[in-house]
């Protein structure tokens, strides 16, 4: 009878909710105009007698009856703001007229409030919360969805992305994600058996699932204010973290300690996520690009290591390497690697403004590099063939790490610059090279004349990586009981 008493009680007080004045959320969020305002850019760019739909990022289970932390479809959440799962927004080109008469020109389907789910993970919006926090007039519960009814036939181009084959059906909801798309799909007389002609082949029908990309590369890819403030913020965060690992490094530390080191620091700033899995590699380890095992558990003084890392603050994320050495200072082969990476960035920043084509930025470093390493006798000639410098060195950075934006820098770009040289044990050079990998990443924003450098908090040059490791560590103190030796107690 307690028990369900208190259920009782505990349901009501959820019931009674209201995400309107919720003191335990940051203050610092976007605004429902921001969401608004961009809503109606995509709409003035949309085509004429067009409905644009974006449906929210499914739950993606773990394993058994665990899921991955739940992260919300970037366009989405750009659009609207909304953090949940379960969703499909349409926004139109032109004003529809309701059943009862009512005018409208976007509609938003969100999951229901359900006090019993909210009580084992957590509060909803709903869809009277979603008209409130999110500023919505046309917001109704999912369950809704299928009795909305609209002659899709009537719109010149339907937009939506194509749908991948990974969205789990829940039994007992029948408004899930998997739902919804499958309703959606009979609305629009989606062609299921022949979903490839949407791809490759000329328009039959109403149906595009190619322009919506261009329409919102072009949209997401120009910052405004509000988003450069929410960048520079997971910059800096960022920065912060590098600059306290650089403190704190010495030999035997291991990849998984230094990881957690920056992922502590980006929590302590209210980073609420990272924005792509960290990259830690020691010595021969950080030549694979992405590596992101971390597992190595004792690194020596004869090291570099490579820290790509980049927090997530309010949805927007930073992207940041630095290759310093565990002893705290570089061997001549090591700096000399080092500085030739830097000076290509260096290089690539020169030319770093509007209407630089993001490639010409890669050409520049590869030059740099390419001729840098046949004078030091890593390759015969500056035209040789090699993998030491197999990437890019330009992406836009935002709700992506790998943002969405077009082929030449713009005004208001968010933009990365990183080469870098590596050099694997038993490569075809002389084996005092081997083991060395050095990225330089760096953040910036691009302005009308040239650039702002986001991430210069973070030492980039030899003498300030090696001046800030001389620095103590807060965590120099920071001792935790040996495990390998646990005091026991015996009893009888």
Request: with cysteine; aromatic share 10%; charged share 25%.
């Amino acid at each position: 009878m307690r028990i369900l008493l208190f259920l009782v009680l505990y349901l009501a007080t959820l019931s009674g909710y209201s995400q309107t004045s919720n003191s335990d959320l940051p203050e610092d969020f976007l605004t429902k105009d921001f969401h608004l305002g961009r809503r109606q850019k995509l709409r003035e760019s949309m085509p004429a007698n067009s409905v644009s739909v974006f449906f929210a990022n499914p739950v993606r289970n773990r394993a058994n009856d665990v899921d991955y932390v739940y992260h919300q479809d970037p366009n989405f959440f750009y659009l609207t703001g909304y953090k949940e799962p379960d969703a499909v927004l349409f926004i139109f080109k032109d004003k529809q007229t309701s059943a009862n008469n009512t005018q409208y020109d976007e509609i938003l389907f969100v999951q229901p409030r359900d006090a019993y789910r909210e009580m084992w993970t957590g509060r909803r919006l709903g869809d009277q919360g979603t008209k409130n926090v999110l500023g919505f007039e046309q917001a109704f519960n999912n369950s809704e969805f299928k009795r909305y009814n609209v002659d899709f036939s009537k719109f010149s181009q339907i937009l939506f992305t194509e749908f991948n084959n990974d969205v789990r059906d829940n039994p007992k909801d029948s408004s899930d994600m998997f739902d919804l798309i499958a309703q959606f799909k009979v609305k629009v007389n989606y062609p299921e058996k022949s979903n490839t002609s949407l791809k490759v082949e000329p328009q039959k029908n109403n149906l595009n699932t190619q322009g919506l990309a261009t329409l919102m590369s072009d949209l997401r890819g120009i910052k405004t204010k509000e988003e450069i403030e929410l960048v520079r913020k997971a910059v800096l965060i960022s920065c912060a973290g590098q600059v306290e690992v650089m403190k704190a490094m010495k030999p035997g530390m291991s990849e998984r300690e230094i990881q957690g080191i920056h992922e502590f620091v980006f929590k302590k700033y209210q980073a609420e996520d990272l924005g792509y899995p960290s990259i830690v590699g020691a010595g021969h380890n950080g030549c694979i690009l992405h590596y992101i095992d971390n597992y190595k558990p004792n690194i020596t003084s004869k090291e570099m290591i490579l820290m790509d890392l980049g927090a997530e603050f309010h949805g927007y994320s930073a992207d940041i390497t630095r290759s310093i050495p565990i002893s705290g200072k570089f061997s001549p082969e090591q700096k000399q690697i080092y500085e030739l990476v830097l000076k290509a960035q260096e290089e690539a920043m020169k030319i770093c403004k509007p209407g630089t084509p993001r490639q010409q930025l890669t050409i520049v470093c590869r030059e740099v590099i390419n001729k840098g390493l046949a004078e030091l006798g890593v390759i015969k000639s500056p035209t040789e063939k090699h993998m030491y410098f197999p990437h890019g060195v330009c992406h836009n950075i935002g709700l992506d790490v790998h943002d969405l934006g077009g082929a030449n820098l713009e005004e208001n770009n968010t933009v990365t610059i990183e080469p870098g040289i590596y050099i694997p044990d038993n490569s075809p050079c002389d084996k005092k090279w081997w083991g060395i990998a050095v990225r330089i990443e760096d953040d910036y924003l691009i302005t009308k004349d040239g650039y702002e450098h986001l991430s210069v908090m973070a030492p980039r040059t030899v003498k300030d990586i090696e001046e800030m490791m001389k620095q103590s560590s807060a965590l120099d103190d920071f001792l935790l009981p040996d495990l390998n030796k646990p005091k026991s107690k015996s009893g009888n």
